[in-house]
């Protein structure tokens, strides 16, 4: 199926949700004009549908394969990386100083949802980079950051997260792998790192470890945590990429999804010998662990937007061209296409209200993230608070679109010819990776909740309320959310609070992408041909009274689930 980038629903979200206009008032990101914000969003999604999603069945059912100690790619793939580093689409957000074009993250974001949703697997090459360029310029030396920033910033080189091993997967502060100083500044790096996600490929000339380890006599637990930056090849401080670093691939994983993202068992220092740097401050790891996370996590909750808008084309157009039965109650008994009946139609419509809200909250997100880069205090809260609501909402919501349109397709989504089954498939893995969505339910329950003495998410759930007099369903359930909460603050245990916590999460999220699709579809009031409206609506009367019903879940308290010991429950 070909795919068709989202671009006019783009520059809607970026200019309602984002207020990319705003953004481009302030000095820092004059250059985001509109014409080049157009100019951008149409280009990269011309570039993800041109370069990317061809390759998007092949990396399926090829994959990447190890051989001879080196990961290799199908026929297409380097050619299409090459030709992202060379029209600079890796470079949007990064700083000018290490030779990026210093634009909003907004902007970058755009631009991953249209390469992902062309090919999944793919971007999360450079999601990945992303991460250890915000690492190393938050907590990098100078020179550290001269050395490696230029690079990667173009995507010539990546970059990778190094944080699970075998024994320490959601608990970090478990982790062995050891970094022992040599004296010069340099340390020895040994220990075995699994899930790594690009962590061996043969598209770009060096690979950017980012490994956390533990030094001698490091405390117990994540507050022993070091991080470390280990190139694939020594790098010259010239940046002449030097001799192999003693860092290998051991074996990729063999998984449901992401074919082509090549997921690799990381061992370092086999042979005694591989070199690392500290990055920032010894025992500062998980600092910077959370710098690169909550990069991570926006972008992870991006794939959800990615893969719902996948799917939900495939979808619309199977429906349009499957002639299946009568309309019910139709004096004209010819079959139509499936699209006419009631059921579908739903489901249609589902899928699209679904994914045009966790697009919108996604700009919104990227949108507050940027005015925090500003020194907005208060936009950097909001955005902290929505990073798990949009991380974990937006992959469930990729999930359950991935499989409403295999439903669509029926018996022949179940197969593989499709393509529908490969979305599922591929969705499956964002609800886990970067911290799996209920670690974000816990994270919104006991740190996000308490932010500013409770404020920030009242402050929140109140301006949604005040701003959803068109659509009260909204309005009820941003006030559901605050009650909520404030019982959560004031009378709940803590486990009371983590066994409410993943519905909880739902309904907030629910609460501020219905709220940013009544802001599009105010936008566009004057445009009589618009669709926003109608989407809007549907998730207001349908999608918000869902999650206004979780309510008793998200209260419910932490007894019940242990009314059964661990045996009994096992049966």
């Known amino acids: 199926m070909d795919f068709f980038p989202a671009t006019a629903d783009q520059l809607l979200a970026m200019r309602v949700c984002a207020g990319i206009d705003e953004l481009a008032a302030h ?36 994959g990447a394969r190890l051989a001879n100690g080196t990961v290799s790619l199908p026929a297409g793939f380097a050619e299409a990386y090459s030709a992202y580093v060379a029209q600079g689409w890796n470079a949007v957000s990064g700083p000018s100083e290490f030779g990026g074009q210093g634009l909003p993250f907004t902007l970058s974001c755009c631009v991953l949802e249209n390469l992902g949703a062309a090919n999944m697997a793919f971007t999360l090459l450079p999601i990945l980079t992303v991460g250890a360029i ?20 173009s995507g010539e080189w990546s970059g990778t997260m190094n944080l699970t091993e ?53 405390p117990a637990g994540s507050r022993g945590i070091s991080l470390f930056v280990v190139p694939k090849f020594h790098v010259a401080a010239d940046g002449a990429i030097g001799a192999r670093n003693d860092v290998r691939v051991v074996s990729l994983e063999h998984k449901l999804g992401i074919n082509a993202s090549p997921t690799c068992v990381m061992s370092f220092g086999d042979a005694d010998e591989c070199i690392g740097e500290l990055v920032g401050h010894e025992h500062g790891g998980l600092r910077a662990m959370f710098t690169m996370m909550n990069s991570a996590r926006i972008n992870v909750g991006n794939q959800g937007v990615q893969i719902g808008e996948r799917a939900t084309q495939a979808a619309l157009s199977y429906a349009q061209d499957r002639i299946q039965s009568a309309r019910a109650g139709s004096p004209d ?16 419509l589902r899928m699209r209200a679904l994914t045009e809200g966790a697009r919108a909250l996604l700009y919104y997100t990227a949108g507050q993230v ?5 020194g907005d205090p208060s936009a950097q809260q909001r955005a902290e608070l929505l990073v798990p609501l949009l991380k974990a909402w937006g992959t469930d919501i990729g999930v359950e679109v991935a499989s409403l349109g295999i439903q669509v397709h029926g018996g022949m989504g179940f197969v593989e010819e499709t393509g529908a089954a490969q979305h599922y498939r591929d ?3 964002a609800p886990i990776y970067e911290g799996t969505n209920g670690i974000q339910a816990a994270d919104l329950v006991t740190r996000k909740l308490g932010m500013e003495d409770g404020g920030v998410l009242a402050a929140l759930m109140h301006e949604i309320a005040a701003d959803c007099d068109d659509a009260p369903q909204l309005a009820a359930l941003a006030n559901e959310c605050a009650s909520i909460a404030a019982w959560m603050r004031a009378d709940a245990s803590l486990d009371d609070k983590l066994a409410g916590s993943v519905p909880f999460l739902a309904m907030c999220a629910v609460a501020a992408a219905g709220w940013q699709l009544q802001r599009q579809a105010r936008f566009l009031a004057d445009d009589p041909g618009h669709t926003k409206h109608v989407v809007a609506r549907f998730f207001a009367s349908q999608i918000a009274p869902e999650a206004l019903g979780l309510a008793a879940s998200a209260r419910g308290g932490a007894e019940l689930l242990y009314a059964l010991s661990a045996a009994a429950l096992a049966g």
């Open 333 to 348: 008994k010819s079959p139509v296409a499936i699209i006419e009946h009631p059921d579908v139609r739903r489901t249609l």
């Open 166 to 218: 075998p024994q320490a997967g959601s608990d970090v502060g478990a982790l062995r792998t050891t970094a022992t100083p040599l004296g010069d500044g340099a340390y020895a790096i040994k220990g075995t790192k699994i899930y790594i996600t690009w962590g061996d490929h043969d598209l770009a000339a060096n690979i950017v470890h980012l490994v956390l380890a533990r030094t001698p006599g490091a």
């Open 134 to 153: 915000e690492a190393l310029l938050h907590h990098g030396s100078a020179a550290q950051r001269a050395l490696y920033l230029p690079k990667l910033i």
């Open 27 to 62: 000095p820092r990101f004059a250059e985001a004009s509109p014409d080049l914000v157009e100019a951008i969003a149409g280009g990269i999604g011309a570039f993800a549908a041109g370069e990317f999603a061809p390759l998007n069945r092949i990396g399926d059912t090829q």
């Open 370 to 374: 940027d005015r925090g880069a500003l």
């Open 427 to 429: 969705a499956r893995i």
